[in-house]
């Protein structure tokens, strides 16, 4: 079946753009996962939907950043006011229960680079 | 102080040696989740395994096996009879699920050389 997608691949933008990145999940997943991998770095923990329970934001590194699930299926991040040090591989998972206790399938990551 | 520490940046090793991947962990919540993942240089992560705080067993799946001790926080990943496409970068995992957070450490690269 369809895994995880996001949209787009790759993005570029000039600092001081927003952006919004956009993830699919598996269908049936009703967990949700943001994370952002930084060159040569481990992946943060952005944040995350459970159902449709409100998301915990507090993993979000700023106030410039903002997601939203709609529907409890599709996603989407949005970055205001970009700055460079959000450069980085944005990362997108599902998972069929949405306790942090079951594997996570993920999507393929936008890349994303401030200038 | 680091959740998730995989002190190992970079690993090589000859095709056909076994290759250990050191994870140590740091949490208070007594139920908790241990996960690896492979990112291989097409870049998807896969998961590997999960294990739970309350079972110790050691788990062995072909190759791959893992070895959880609670004792040294520690859920160490060893290949065994390593093959070029085990050449990926591997990270280890924690989730508290009191705690609503997962962290990842920040991957071991390995390189298997044929």
């Known amino acids: 079946g369809a895994g995880v997608s996001q949209s787009p691949s790759n993005k570029v933008t000039e600092k001081g753009k927003d952006v919004e990145l956009r993830c699919d999940p598996i269908?049936?997943?009703?967990?949700l996962y943001w994370y952002r991998q930084s060159l040569g770095q481990g992946l943060e923990f952005l944040i995350y939907f459970q159902g449709n329970s409100a998301p915990d934001k507090s993993g979000l590194p700023s106030d410039r950043f903002s997601a939203e699930r709609t529907g409890g299926s599709v996603s989407t991040l949005t970055i205001q006011r970009t700055q460079q040090e959000d450069s980085a591989v944005y990362l997108c998972?599902?998972?069929?229960?949405?306790?942090?206790?079951?594997?996570?399938?993920f999507g393929p990551g936008t890349r994303l680079t401030v200038t | 102080a680091q959740k998730v520490t995989q002190a190992q940046t970079e690993i090589s090793v000859v095709e056909k040696e076994d290759v250990t991947l050191d994870c140590v962990y740091e949490t208070r919540d007594t139920t908790y989740y241990l996960f690896w993942y492979k990112q291989p240089p097409s870049g998807e992560l896969v998961f590997l395994i999960r294990r739970n705080s309350f079972d110790e067993q050691n788990e062995i799946s072909g190759r791959y096996s893992w070895n959880f001790q609670k004792s040294t926080s520690s859920f160490n990943f060893t290949i065994t009879a390593s093959q070029v496409v085990d050449s990926a970068v591997y990270f280890c995992a924690l989730s508290e699920v009191t705690g609503n957070q997962f962290y990842f450490g920040t991957g071991t690269s390995l390189t298997v050389i044929p």
């Open positions: 998972a599902s998972s069929l229960v949405g306790d942090l206790s079951y594997e996570q399938y």
């Open positions: 269908s049936g997943h009703t967990a």
